[in-house]
């Protein structure tokens, strides 16, 4: 069991015990353990074995009894008997803009209300409107987060979809009925949000027999991951060729959809290709071939022109170069392949340094000597310390006091280290008047300065445009940090001008940044193209507050993937003199 899965658990359950209205040590007690295991550098049952678990500060015996019975069981009774009382669903309710922990300790103790129904409920009978502390507008603000919410209810963050694959895959890997298996769909493309799960199995025998091994096999191995085998009417998709397939339909962990597709050797790649590619992409594929892809009369076709074919050979029978699955969500890279067109995408490997991490000075779970040493066995060239700035209370973040003492530690660091140049920065934030938290004099003595919005999301979208705007202006700005504010499944963008800012940011030679948070992914694709094509460079940074969450860099590359960038198009895979001559 990984480090964040224990971390969840015991983050959970402090949350639970908070809407329950629990005294705050019990809380505290629980948080911190899920903020210390998530931080750790090592397996934490390594240091249960070593005996050094406890003989780390806020962890006591409670908390390592607890640890133990997780990673013996996969959980631990008090989780369950709070699971039993009051249900995860009610969790949610934390991820209500203007519901905070008081809040929903209020609905949950007040009104019963213990899931996202129960509150939609409430809204449309007027049972909150008088509530203290719940006036029209964080009302309004409560039924327009429940919207977005119910959007994307049942969908998992990528990070969360490859989790259950790698534990499906430990199960496929065991079973004799299966000679080879890929994931496919939402999360083959990396999609930042999977609405399911599909993977495609090669049969070691033929499909019926191998079908029904399966099932039973699946029956058998609910350790790893609980499955469920459920009755599941196909969704037409507009595609024939992609209807014969013969398929297993399972909730897995009870609600997420998974689909398994059988097939034998021959149509192995075929089906990859057809289950990868959405509808829009598919039937942007050219018609005047051999292969009929879109047309029900030769479905048929299809299947018998692409007999033990790869992918490669399927677009080259097509007339077309070979599409990476990043790009086969749109029918826009369908036309650059037919004229061999298609970028070299960028990759994980090309990254060669980040430029938007935080320490322990704030609210980072490492020292920076640790995030230093992380950034070297990652194989970067260069690091930059971003510490939050005064503003970022609730990150303790830095005055300039504290920001010019840590970045007289950076310069010596930097000195005494070989194998990395450290950069001294900040994440400044963006106050609501568009000015800085620092001063032009303090902010020309930095490497990089990264300027973010973390507080006022609710302001108008002129304001919110013009606050951004103000930020790109300086010229001591170089970054723009998660430029839209959106937390995925959790939170929308703020209202703000996407068009104008990257307009703004190319007539300023700012910035825009992927940020690889998994609950961020922001910029989105769908502006990463739009700030490509007016010329704006990108940086792809992990905004990393441990060193685990080095390796956010996969999520981040993800995204540059799928929006069609180069290398040449990402700053922060150009070398350090060259990156030093961009940002000058």
Aim: net charge negative; glycine share 6%.
């Amino acid at each position: 069991m990984k480090n964040i899965e224990v971390s969840n658990i015991f983050s959970n359950i402090g949350e639970l015990l908070q809407i329950r209205g629990d005294a705050s040590f019990r809380i505290r007690s629980y948080e911190k353990a899920a903020d210390i295991i998530e931080g750790l550098t090592v397996d934490v049952s390594e240091l249960i074995e070593a005996g050094e678990f406890q003989n780390i500060s806020g962890i006591g015996k409670t908390i390592e009894e607890k640890t133990r019975e997780i990673l013996d069981t996969g959980t631990c009774q008090a989780y369950e008997k709070l699971i039993l009382e009051m249900g995860l669903e009610v969790l949610d309710l934390l991820n209500i803009q203007g519901i905070g922990s008081k809040t929903a300790s209020r609905l949950y103790n007040e009104l019963g209300i213990k899931n996202l129904n129960q509150l939609a409920e409430a809204l449309e009978d007027g049972k909150l409107q008088g509530m203290k502390g719940l006036g029209k507008k964080t009302l309004n603000t409560i039924s327009e987060s429940l919207e977005f919410l119910t959007t994307y209810r049942g969908t998992r963050l990528i990070w969360q979809t490859i989790n259950l694959a790698g534990k499906l895959s430990e199960v496929f890997k065991s079973c004799d009925a299966l000679t080879r298996h890929e994931f496919t769909g939402d999360l083959r493309r990396r999609e930042e949000v999977c609405r399911s799960l599909e993977v495609v199995v090669e049969c070691a025998k033929d499909i019926d027999t191998t079908q029904n091994a399966l099932i039973e096999y699946l029956s058998k191995h609910q350790e790893q991951l609980t499955t469920q085998i459920v009755d599941a009417q196909d969704t037409p998709t507009g595609i024939p060729s992609l209807q014969p397939l013969q398929k297993i339909h399972l909730l897995i962990n009870n609600d997420f959809p998974c689909t398994i597709y059988l097939c034998s050797t021959a149509e192995y790649e075929a089906t990859l290709f057809l289950t990868t590619a959405t509808d829009e992409h598919l039937a942007a594929l050219p018609t005047d071939t051999s292969l009929h892809i879109s047309d029900p009369n030769n479905a048929s076709d299809f299947w018998q022109e692409t007999q033990n074919n790869t992918e490669t050979e399927i677009y080259k029978k097509l007339g077309m170069s070979y599409i990476p699955p990043e790009l086969r969500q749109y029918s826009d890279s369908v036309a650059l392949a037919v004229e061999n067109n298609l970028p070299s995408l960028v990759e994980f490997d090309d990254m060669r340094g980040d430029l938007h991490t935080h320490t322990d000075w704030s609210d980072g779970a490492h020292t920076m000597n640790d995030m230093v040493v992380a950034a070297i066995n990652r194989g970067l060239e260069y690091y930059a310390v971003t510490d939050h700035s005064v503003s970022s209370s609730v990150a303790n973040g830095l005055d300039q006091e504290r920001l010019l003492a840590q970045m007289k530690q950076v310069r010596e660091l930097d000195a005494a280290t070989e194998g990395i140049t450290i950069l001294a920065g900040s994440e400044v934030d963006i106050r609501r008047d568009g000015t800085l938290d620092f001063p032009d004099e303090i902010l020309a003595q930095l490497d990089i300065v990264v300027a973010s919005v973390h507080s006022h999301f609710t302001l108008s979208e002129a304001e919110m445009t013009k606050r951004m705007i103000s930020a790109i202006e300086n010229p001591y700005v170089k970054i723009i940090g998660h430029p839209t504010g959106r937390l995925l499944c959790r939170r929308p963008m703020y209202p703000i001008n996407l068009d104008e800012i990257i307009s703004a940011a190319a007539e300023n030679d700012t910035i825009l940044e992927i940020n690889g948070s998994p609950s961020r992914l922001d910029l989105g694709p769908e502006y990463v193209r739009k700030a490509k094509e007016a010329g704006v460079l990108i940086a792809i940074n992990t905004d990393a507050h441990s060193v685990p969450e080095f390796e956010r860099y996969q999520y981040g590359v993800n995204v540059a993937r799928r929006s069609g960038l180069t290398k040449d198009d990402v700053i922060n895979t150009y070398p350090l003199e060259k990156l030093r001559e961009t940002l000058s």
